[in-house]
Each structure stands twice: as C-alpha cells, then as structure tokens.
C-alpha cells in the first residue's frame, strides 16, 4: 500500500513571537504553521490570551529543545487595579470582592520583599494546573470548586515602574511556575484592597527576548518568514556545549555514549553536543562520558 507524501514543509528552528493579546497560544501556533508550512510545531510556555509579548515556538527539531527554553527565566510587565478581586485575577472575570481601600505607595513597596525569593505561591483558579487529570480553569468554568496546593516558585526581581492610586505598574523576574495574576491577587489581599491584572507583557523566555521577535506582520511581509527563522541551537544557548569531530558526532547519533577529553570537559550535568555549528545530541555527562537522551537529525 502506497503511502501518501506529506505536502508539508521542513522546518527547522524557532519562531520568537511577538503573540497580540486576544490570541491562544495554540491558536498562534496554528497560524505559524500555516504561514511556514511546517509539520510540526509547539511553543515554550503559554502566554494567556489577554497577555502580549515573547511566545518562543518551535519547529521541527527545534521542538526537542523546548524544555529547556521552557524552563529557563521569565520577565513581565504588568499592570494591577486596585479596588476588586476577581475568580479568574484578571479583568476577564466576574468580581468576587471588593475595597474602597487603595494602598498607599509606602505600604506597597514595604510589602514587595515578602513576595521575592523562594516562596510559597498557589496558583490561579483559572490556570492551567492538571488535577486529576483535567485543567484547573475546566473545572473552574464548570462551577467546581478547585482547592490547588501552594507550590514553591523562585520571584528574582519584583519592582513597582509607575503607581497611582488605583492602578500600579511593575516589572516581574521569575523562574518556572510563577503567576503573575497570583502576585496581583496576594497583594491585593495582604494590603487590604484586592486586586487583579489588567495589563500583562512577556518579555522573555529563557535565551528569548523582545530583540529576538517578530509580529506576525512583520513574519507575514515579504522575506519576513526567513528572517524570523533562528537556528535549533537558539534554544540551546543557556546549555553547555561541547565540541566534536564528525566520527564522535555520528557515534552520539547512534544513542553511543561518547568519553569527554580535554581540560575543559565538563564534570556532570546536561550537555550538548555540536559539530560544525550544529547541535548532535544533548544529554547527561556520567563519569565522563556524555549520554545521550536525544538526538538531533540536522546536517552537517
């Protein structure tokens, strides 16, 4: 039986995205793959629909780096009202509670080191947290009750940029895991006044930032679909990397785990490989030795 031939194209590589609000991540994704005429394609973290900014997508190979863009720092803009709380701790929702009470300026910032470092953080009702098997915002939406556990989360950088009695502005750097719509909603209730977001800006993911990203304007006019194109080993940039010759790069390739020479070899952790300027293979360095949890299947 003949196999049908896929019409789709072979894409290598990452797509920084500058995602408009109103937009899924899922639905951008479906455009991009449209536009690139890809096979496949996913995207490092999910930026809600009213949120704007860097939304790293993958294709191709490139989808085998996505947990470590995933998993690298995050940076956000973002704007709370003071005065109402809402179930979903954006402007999205219905308001659940509220305060004539707006904090004072002094109150706000003494307030912000307890919320920076490793702490203790429980996510959003309407978030994307499984439970059992399902979405916590499914449940949400069918009326149920959802009791998430707080989780730690790592908030590097909390500062307020603009503030005026009913809305305050701030810059937000965090690890993996951390709620912007959390932070608005646990201020707002440890000063007494609630609040949720009415703004938010994602300005990095991992080795992303906003230099590195294209609108979809700008990735749609001509030339523009080529020039937004960065390489599989973008996603890469925050690994350690190793060199090696082709002989070694074809034996990683096979799944062969290959010995580490060289003053500059490393001791241990995750690694990858390159020859040519080309990723190989990443994986664990044990003994010595690199290896390999994935391949990658590029030319070099």
Same mark, same amino acid.
């Given at each position: 039986m003949n196999q049908r031939r896929s019409n789709r194209n072979i894409v290598d590589g990452w797509i920084v995205l500058d995602k408009p609000i109103g937009m899924t991540s899922t639905h951008a994704v479906s455009r991009l793959k449209r536009i690139y005429n890809g096979k496949k394609a996913g995207h490092a973290g999910t930026l809600d629909? #009213? %949120?704007? $900014?860097? #939304?790293?997508?993958? /294709? $191709?190979?490139?989808? +085998?780096?996505?947990? /470590?863009?995933?998993? !690298?720092? +995050?940076?956000?803009?973002?704007?709370?009202?003071? =005065?109402?709380?809402?179930?979903?701790?954006? &402007?999205? @929702?219905?308001?659940?509670?509220? &305060?004539?009470?707006?904090?004072?300026?002094?109150?706000?910032?003494?307030?912000?080191?307890? /919320?920076?470092?490793?702490?203790?953080?429980?996510?959003?009702?309407? &978030?994307?947290? +499984?439970?059992?098997g399902e979405r916590a915002y499914d449940l949400a939406r069918d009326g149920e009750t959802v009791a998430l556990k707080a989780r730690p989360v790592t908030i590097h950088r909390l500062e307020i940029l603009e503030t005026t009695p009913d809305e305050t502005k701030f810059v937000m750097e965090c690890g993996k895991g951390a709620y912007v719509r959390a932070i608005a909603r646990d201020l707002g209730r440890l000063l007494g006044c609630f609040g949720h977001v009415t703004a938010l800006r994602r300005t990095r993911v991992g080795p992303f930032t906003e230099d590195d990203s294209f609108t979809f304007e700008e990735i749609e006019s001509e !030339? !523009?679909?080529?020039?937004?194109?960065? &390489?599989?080993?973008?996603?890469?940039?925050?690994?350690? *990397?190793?060199?090696?010759?082709?002989?070694?790069?074809?034996?990683?390739?096979?799944?062969?785990? #290959?010995?580490?020479? @060289?003053?500059?070899?490393?001791? @241990? @952790?995750?690694?990858?490989? %390159? *020859?040519? !300027?080309?990723?190989?293979?990443?994986?664990?360095?044990?003994? =010595? %030795?690199l290896e390999p949890s994935r391949v990658f299947n590029l030319p070099f």
């Open positions: 629909p #009213l %949120a704007s $900014g860097i #939304l790293p997508v993958a /294709f $191709g190979e490139a989808t +085998k780096t996505v947990p /470590f863009v995933q998993d !690298g720092e +995050k940076a956000y803009l973002f704007t709370v009202r003071w =005065g109402a709380e809402t179930d979903t701790d954006d &402007s999205e @929702g219905a308001v659940v509670r509220t &305060s004539e009470t707006r904090p004072e300026t002094a109150a706000l910032t003494a307030a912000l080191p307890g /919320f920076i470092g490793d702490i203790m953080q429980t996510p959003p009702q309407y &978030s994307a947290i +499984k439970i059992a !030339g !523009g679909a080529a020039d937004a194109l960065l &390489s599989v080993e973008a996603g890469l940039t925050e690994v350690p *990397c190793v060199v090696v010759d082709r002989d070694s790069a074809a034996r990683l390739r096979r799944g062969n785990s #290959l010995i580490l020479r @060289g003053r500059d070899a490393p001791a @241990g @952790g995750i690694i990858y490989a %390159a *020859c040519g !300027g080309v990723p190989v293979a990443f994986g664990e360095v044990v003994e =010595g %030795a």
